[in-house]
């Protein structure tokens, strides 16, 4: 079996020493042909090596793994971040669709991330970027299925409707995309860019909302006539976004 040749950039030794040791003991079909500690000597190495995977550190001695993959000019890498707790790279990453691993990284964590990673296109890359920038005009994500991955404006989403483990999206240009992740996933990614869950099953652009109708039980009358209900114990935390 041909090997998958990595390449770890990592400027603190302990973990550069365990995250070796660790893909040598677990993932036979990786081959570390080696690392750095820092921006400038990483975009060396990885010209040199042209590894097929990245394990990419965000703090480094020069500046950061975002600095990095912006100047990288190879966008059919492999790329899995390593992070410390940092909850808004999670959530950039999140958005991406590009894998990523928390310190200290997890045996199983780090096998799942190496055999299901796919090569990064430039689109996700871009996303990552303007979500970890946080001054991007247009907010977009990455929602994939086994057919397809879109890349779409959030702006463009109208609503978010749960079918058990998969999510429907619904979109301004009529279309609608399923994708086979939970809508509370969803739910902790837009909630912040004001999305509201109204209903155990629906996640709503406010940006999108035309009333909210008190009577046949409550309901949010949205743009293209839709209609989604409004769950009980939601109504006063929608009365406070609707400021009423």
Same mark, same amino acid.
């Given at each position: 079996?041909?090997?998958?040749?990595?390449?770890?950039?990592?400027?603190?030794?302990?973990?550069?020493?365990?995250?070796?040791?660790?893909?040598?003991?677990?993932?036979?079909?990786?081959?570390?042909?080696?690392?750095?500690?820092?921006?400038?000597?990483?975009?060396?190495?990885?010209?040199?090596?042209?590894?097929?995977?990245?394990?990419?550190?965000?703090?480094?001695?020069?500046?950061?793994?975002?600095?990095?993959?912006?100047?990288?000019?190879?966008?059919?890498?492999?790329?899995?971040?390593?992070?410390?707790?940092?909850?808004?790279?999670?959530?950039?990453?999140?958005?991406?669709?590009?894998?990523?691993?928390?310190?200290?990284?997890?045996? %199983?964590? &780090?096998?799942?991330?190496?055999?299901?990673?796919? =090569? +990064?296109?430039?689109? *996700?890359?871009?996303? $990552?970027?303007?979500?970890?920038?946080?001054?991007?005009?247009?907010?977009?994500?990455?929602?994939?299925?086994?057919?397809?991955?879109?890349?779409?404006?959030?702006?463009?989403?109208?609503?978010?409707?749960?079918?058990?483990?998969?999510?429907?999206?619904?979109?301004?240009?009529?279309?609608?995309?399923?994708?086979?992740?939970?809508?509370?996933?969803?739910?902790?990614?837009?909630?912040?860019?004001?999305?509201?869950?109204?209903?155990?099953?629906?996640?709503?652009?406010?940006?999108?909302?035309?009333?909210?109708?008190?009577?046949?039980? %409550?309901? &949010?009358?949205?743009?293209?006539?839709?209609?989604? =209900? +409004?769950?009980?114990? *939601?109504?006063?935390? $929608?009365?406070?976004?609707?400021?009423?």
């Amino acid at each position: 079996m041909k090997k998958l040749r990595a390449v770890i950039i990592e400027d603190m030794k302990a973990a550069l020493d365990l995250l070796k040791a660790d893909l040598a003991a677990n993932l036979p079909e990786v081959e570390v042909v080696g690392s750095a500690g820092s921006v400038v000597e990483g975009l060396k190495l990885i010209k040199e090596q042209r590894p097929n995977i990245l394990f990419l550190d965000i703090e480094l001695k020069d500046g950061n793994g975002f600095d990095l993959l912006e100047i990288l000019d190879d966008r059919e890498i492999r790329v899995i971040f390593t992070t410390a707790s940092d909850q808004h790279a999670i959530r950039a990453f999140r958005f991406s669709a590009i894998d990523y691993l928390l310190k200290p990284i997890q045996t %199983g964590e &780090l096998i799942d991330a190496v055999r299901k990673v796919k =090569p +990064v296109t430039t689109e *996700k890359v871009d996303v $990552l970027l303007d979500h970890w920038s946080g001054d991007s005009v247009e907010q977009r994500i990455t929602l994939s299925n086994a057919d397809e991955v879109k890349i779409v404006s959030v702006a463009q989403i109208i609503r978010c409707e749960s079918d058990s483990n998969y999510t429907s999206f619904y979109f301004e240009d009529e279309s609608k995309f399923l994708v086979s992740k939970t809508l509370k996933h969803f739910e902790k990614l837009l909630e912040p860019l004001g999305f509201f869950r109204s209903h155990q099953s629906h996640l709503v652009n406010m940006d999108h909302v035309q009333a909210f109708v008190k009577s046949e039980g %409550g309901y &949010l009358q949205l743009t293209q006539d839709m209609r989604v =209900p +409004v769950a009980v114990r *939601k109504r006063n935390q $929608l009365m406070v976004l609707l400021d009423a």
